[in-house]
């Protein structure tokens, strides 16, 4: 009788240690989605688009990295440049002075767009803090919930902002994703990705931008909200005419 006693513990503990062993970090579960998505492809070639118009590059000069936006007009091409500390306009191709809190808006605009862009691969930015936050099932399918905040060194402007991602358990794939902004009166929004595509080997999607019917909710709570249809769209973000040329 002891040895069935001592077996059937012998199981039970091993049964424990291999839940433990399964359960993934946020990182690790970032890190896959990464590696999914494009991993080191995304520091190798060249991605240019267009959102809304306005056509988007992303470059890479000697290991640093080059965000471009550029409006076309009747008589002038604007060219905006964000390198890493610095941000510069162009009027074809002659330099102009803007003031720096102009200069900042422009920034943050630029990057905002790159940066839902190039998701997931942002998320192991140095100035990220990732916690998280348990499984969840939406839509019938299993997701981990991962917060992402900034830390305020690196973290830009808008460092106090909130994210919430939903990675997707077979695929690692961030289906949707939500943020808690707080410039121009704040709020927050929830994405639903879709027409996801590979161009050489890179993950992309479009958007469904929804938000709360109800402003007075809880970012963390944002996904039943989704499930249960109190979420109003507010428009589609389409990436358009999407190429990827290797960096020489």
């Known amino acids: 009788m002891k040895n069935i006693i001592l077996i059937l513990f012998v199981i039970l503990f091993n049964s424990c240690i291999q839940k433990v062993e399964k359960q993934l970090s946020a990182q690790k579960i970032v890190d896959r989605s990464i590696e999914v998505s494009g991993g080191k492809l995304y520091s190798e070639q060249q991605v240019s688009f267009f959102f809304r118009g306005k056509k988007y590059i992303s470059d890479i000069n000697q290991g640093k990295k080059i965000l471009k936006r550029i409006t076309f007009t009747d008589s002038i091409e604007i060219k905006d440049v964000k390198r890493h ?6 009027f074809n191709d002659s330099l102009i002075h803007i003031p720096d809190t102009i200069s900042s808006r422009y920034s943050n605009s630029v990057n905002s767009v790159h940066y839902f862009s190039r998701l997931p691969y942002g998320l192991n930015d140095p100035a990220v803090k990732k916690e998280l936050l348990g499984e969840i099932k939406i839509k019938d399918k299993d997701y981990y919930k991962v917060k992402v905040t900034f830390s305020k060194d690196d973290g830009g402007d808008d460092f106090d902002d909130i994210y919430i991602y939903w990675f997707n358990k077979e695929t690692f794939s961030p289906d949707y994703l939500a943020y808690e902004f707080h410039v121009n009166g704040g ?3 929830f994405r639903e990705a879709f027409n996801e595509r590979y161009i050489q080997n890179i ?10 019917k109800n402003t ?7 996904d039943s909200l989704f499930e249960n249809g109190e979420l109003e769209l507010l ?7 999407i190429k990827v040329v290797p960096i020489n």
């Open 235 to 241: 428009s589609k973000i389409k990436l358009d005419s």
């Open 203 to 212: 993950r992309f999607v479009d958007y469904n931008n929804l938000k709360p």
């Open 216 to 222: 007075k909710v809880s970012i963390f709570k944002i």
């Open 187 to 189: 709020g927050i929004r």
């Open 85 to 90: 500390n610095s941000f510069e306009r162009f």
